[in-house]
């Protein structure tokens, strides 16, 4: 049988390595604390954030086909549960942080079950009404600081750690950790079964409808993660702050423009893509940020650029020109 | 002697890194009906499609009048006198029976056809003229579609398996007008699965099996067994 | 009587919203294009209008003249010049494409106009009012803004339903590919449609710009009216959509009156409400 001349093949021998390194490499990012200053931890940490952020807003668009422009919803919803949670109901901060994640899974439920009505870009456009709608309610709550906003009260900062460098080392670690974890999981979740169907979905929803895979049942397990994980992120993003207001915690350019722009520059649609576009995305930023306006006028050339010109992103270009892949992802026939 | 109208030289025609047609050379001359019959799958539709510039990558040479349409869009080759009755009839859903006729028109070429001589040509159409073109049953939206195509006063007219899906009574009677369309020196190309229709209707015929050019010759000289051979490729 | 006319000044409002949602209704009818920087245009023009208007010591209605016709070839070019380019059968290059042209134009006008707001004076009509029996007052202006919409709505439909413009349309919309066959350019289509969606973005920008102030991130909650109006009234229903604009301007003036800073939560209530019952909207003709 001709047959046992193939093997179905995952790894190459560029994915090999590039698991090596990556162990490497998050092993020098633990040690951080150590080598590194205050600020290039804050930086790190920052990084760390927008990764897993476009890692997520990737997973949600690149491969279920739900362009989201209203993730901040989540992060803003993150940030005022970790407000919450931790001035009302008296929990620790750490703690506060992965309970925040379950409500945030919780109400997207609610949520799917409108926005999941429209479809393609009136869905987009659904998610930024959700999250106006979740500013603006937040807005009204005056024991969380209604329109201005509130500062995590000292004692509860306190309670994290008793030294500031502890307390920031601990940030760190936790959003180097979530980082790695979403990275991890993300990669998991399309290798899986379930992974492979989503691909297949992007590809042709309707040959995947007729082949029996669930559609909607497996855009919502992925959405429900994504929202849970995003307001993981954002009750992190907050504890780093310190302070949180409606606008800052929805705001649409800090946790969805620059997020689609790290995703759309690096690649869409790739696990590589969003590693990829952080890095250019603060190449720039530290370059050219204090262009302000200017700065963000360039962001937005440049992704209509390679929208139009390269659609793939920067990684989608090196990928299929040197036919490399460091996250294996596609099976191959390989001869025994 | 007639002249050459359109043709095309070892044209090879892809779908994206699939390979549908293979040096297919097809010479259509002024006045006369040709038929391209095969199989499904042969590359019947897929012949229709790179002449009237829909499809995106095809190698070699279409020329009409000489001259080369390979690199033309859709809407520039509509404009030089090439118009589609397209498989499945394809009438436009928004668009009542009239304006489907009056769209196709709009490339204002002269020439016999208008709306008052599709109508005495097709008198159920003028009947149902003002409904939506969907509500038609399949024979109707074969004359509305055939009408469309007429209305631009075409120098080559295409019917792309004109008798797919409908009863054989209304394809008789559909074939039956087809001299009555196709005259005052238009040339028409007519793609088929039902051989008899096709042989019966053209000069000239062609036999397209797997993308390439299983036989060719004049319709009254193919013997039956000449042709089954060409069409299943035995 | 209060309610009443926090009623009717919303009816009033919904015109505005209706001529928001027309244009974007219009562009995703012919192309299924949904346009991100919609809102941002509409507040483009009224930042053109406000330096036309000022600059050559114009009425901003006669600012039209000039705004209305740089908005159309504008929007000519830009359909045939990029965003042609990113139409086919992914979603995602179009609407990444006009949502970094919405993040261009809000940070160009920010750096044109800084981020102060701006308001456009009509003069008189502006608080010329008009009473009615029963204690009411109905301003001129508002009522000249709700007529003047459905103007435009039945001018747009004429066009759609009437013309060989419309007719190229709807051929169009239908059908892509047989479309091109009857001699009608794809490329030329989309620009005209996305002309005559500037167009009438122009109109709604300069009425905007009159009726309140505006400053260059006004643009995005001008998108989501529009948008909420389109999904309330259905897609494919310019009619609809004026319904719907009219019951989120009703929602909204309602909420405020409540609280005043319920107004906005209360249109994307009624929105959410009318997703969660209606999902298709309220007089579907399309769908999406």
């Known amino acids: 049988m001709t047959t046992d001349r193939f093997e179905i093949v995952q790894s190459s021998s560029a994915s090999r390595i590039s698991i090596f390194i990556a162990f490497f490499i998050i092993i020098i990012l633990f040690f951080a604390p150590w080598w590194a200053g205050r600020a290039d931890i804050r930086l790190l940490s920052e990084i760390f954030l927008y990764l897993s952020l476009a890692s997520l807003w990737n997973l949600l668009a690149g491969y279920c086909g739900l362009v989201s422009v209203g993730q901040q919803a989540f992060v803003g919803f993150g940030g005022y549960l970790l407000f919450a949670l931790t001035i009302f109901a008296g929990f620790n901060p750490l703690l506060a942080i992965p309970i925040s994640g379950i409500f945030g899974a919780l109400i997207s439920l609610p949520i799917a079950f409108l926005i999941f009505r429209l479809r393609g870009a009136y869905f987009a456009i659904g998610t930024w009404v959700v999250a106006e709608v979740f500013r603006l309610s937040f807005a009204q709550i005056q024991s969380l600081g209604g329109g201005s906003g509130s500062s995590l009260p000292v004692a509860i900062v306190r309670s994290i750690a008793s030294s500031k460098a502890m307390r920031e080392s601990l940030i760190y670690w936790m959003i180097?950790?979530?980082?790695?974890?979403?990275?991890?999981?993300?990669?998991?979740?399309?290798?899986?079964?379930?992974?492979?169907?989503?691909?297949?979905?992007?590809d042709n929803e309707l040959a995947s409808e007729s082949l029996g895979i669930n559609i909607t049942r497996s855009k919502l397990f992925v959405y429900i993660i994504t929202s849970g994980l995003t307001t993981i992120l954002g009750a992190l993003i907050f504890l780093q702050k310190l302070r949180i207001s409606p606008d800052a915690a929805f705001n649409v350019n800090d946790w969805t423009a620059f997020v689609i722009f790290i995703v759309v520059i690096g690649g869409i649609g790739t696990i590589e893509g969003p590693i990829i576009g952080v890095l250019v995305f603060f190449l720039l930023r530290e370059t050219l940020a204090d262009l302000g306006t200017?700065?963000?006028?360039?962001?937005?050339?440049?992704?209509?650029?390679?929208?139009?010109?390269?659609?793939?992103?920067?990684?989608?270009?090196?990928?299929?020109t040197f036919k490399i892949e460091l996250f294996p992802l596609s099976r191959k026939l390989k001869n025994k | 002697m007639h002249k050459k109208i359109l043709e095309t030289k070892n044209l090879n025609a892809f779908y994206g890194d699939f390979q549908a047609l293979f040096e297919v050379s097809i010479d259509l001359f002024e006045g006369e009906i040709i038929s391209i019959i095969g199989a499904n799958g042969a590359g019947k539709s897929t012949f229709m499609k790179a002449v009237t510039g829909l499809l995106a990558k095809v190698e070699n040479d279409i020329n009409l009048k000489g001259k080369?349409?390979?690199?033309?869009?859709?809407?520039?080759?509509?404009?030089?006198?090439?118009?589609?009755?397209?498989?499945?009839?394809?009438?436009?859903?928004?668009?009542?029976?009239?304006?489907?006729?009056?769209?196709?028109?709009?490339?204002?070429?002269?020439?016999?056809?208008?709306?008052?001589?599709?109508?005495?040509?097709?008198?159920?159409?003028?009947?149902?003229?003002?409904?939506?073109s969907n509500l038609l049953s399949g024979g109707q939206q074969q004359m509305a579609a055939i009408g469309r195509a007429l209305m631009s006063n075409p120098e080559i007219i295409l019917f792309d398996e004109i008798s797919l899906g409908l009863a054989p009574i209304i394809i008789k009677k559909i074939y039956q007008n087809l001299p009555d369309v196709i005259k005052d020196g238009m040339s028409a190309i007519v793609v088929e699965q039902d051989i008899s229709k096709a042989i019966e209707i053209s000069n000239r015929v062609y036999c397209l099996q797997e993308g390439k050019?299983?036989?060719?010759g004049n319709s009254n000289k193919l013997t039956r067994e000449e042709i089954s051979k060409a069409y299943f490729g035995m | 009587m209060d309610w009443i006319n926090s009623i009717i000044q919303g009816i009033l409002v919904g015109g505005l919203y209706a001529l928001f949602a027309a244009g974007l209704s219009l562009i995703f009818g012919v192309m299924r294009l949904v346009n991100i920087a919609h809102g941002d245009l509409i507040i483009l023009s009224a930042f053109l209008g406000l330096t036309v208007s000022t600059s050559l010591n114009l009425h901003p209605f006669a600012s039209l003249i000039v705004v209305l016709p740089i908005m159309g070839v504008f929007g000519y070019v830009l359909q045939r010049g990029i965003l042609n380019k990113t139409l086919g059968n992914d979603i995602l290059p179009p609407l990444l494409v006009t949502f970094g042209l919405s993040v261009i134009i809000q940070n160009g006008l920010m750096e044109l106009y800084t981020a102060d707001p701006q308001k456009m004076n009509a003069g008189n009509i502006e608080v010329a009012s008009l009473s009615l029996p029963g204690g009411l007052n109905i301003g001129w202006f508002p009522l000249l803004m709700f007529i003047i919409s459905i103007i435009i709505i039945g001018i747009l439909q004429f066009i759609f339903y009437k013309t060989?413009?419309?007719?190229?349309?709807?051929?169009?919309?239908?059908?892509?590919?047989?479309?091109?066959?009857?001699?009608?350019?794809?490329?030329?289509?989309?620009?005209?449609?996305?002309?005559?969606?500037?167009?009438?973005?122009?109109?709604?920008?300069?009425?905007?710009?009159?009726r309140t102030s505006f400053d260059p991130s006004a643009g995005p909650s001008r998108l989501i009216f529009g948008f909420e109006a389109v999904i309330i009234g259905g897609l494919g229903n310019l009619w609809g959509t004026l319904i719907g604009g009219i019951i989120l301007g009703v929602s909204q003036n309602i909420g405020a009156k409540i609280n005043p800073g319920w107004q906005l939560l209360a249109g994307h209530i009624a929105f959410l409400v009318v997703l969660a019952f209606r999902p298709k909207g309220l007089f579907h003709r399309m769908d999406g």
């Open chain 1, 176 to 202: 180097l950790g979530l980082t790695v974890l979403i990275l991890v999981s993300v990669y998991l979740i399309l290798r899986s079964r379930r992974g492979i169907a989503l691909i297949a979905i992007r």
């Open chain 1, 294 to 320: 200017i700065y963000l006028i360039m962001l937005g050339c440049v992704a209509i650029a390679v929208m139009i010109k390269a659609p793939k992103g920067v990684w989608g270009f090196v990928s299929s």
């Open chain 2, 68 to 132: 080369s349409i390979k690199n033309l869009r859709a809407d520039e080759i509509a404009k030089k006198g090439i118009a589609m009755v397209p498989e499945g009839r394809k009438l436009f859903p928004s668009l009542s029976v009239e304006e489907n006729l009056l769209i196709g028109g709009q490339i204002n070429r002269i020439g016999p056809w208008n709306l008052t001589s599709i109508y005495k040509l097709f008198p159920d159409l003028y009947e149902k003229k003002n409904m939506p």
């Open chain 2, 213 to 216: 050019i299983a036989l060719s």
């Open chain 3, 164 to 210: 060989s413009l419309g007719r190229a349309f709807r051929a169009t919309s239908d059908d892509q590919e047989i479309a091109q066959l009857m001699g009608l350019s794809k490329n030329h289509i989309y620009g005209l449609a996305m002309a005559i969606s500037m167009i009438v973005v122009a109109i709604a920008g300069i009425f905007l710009g009159i």
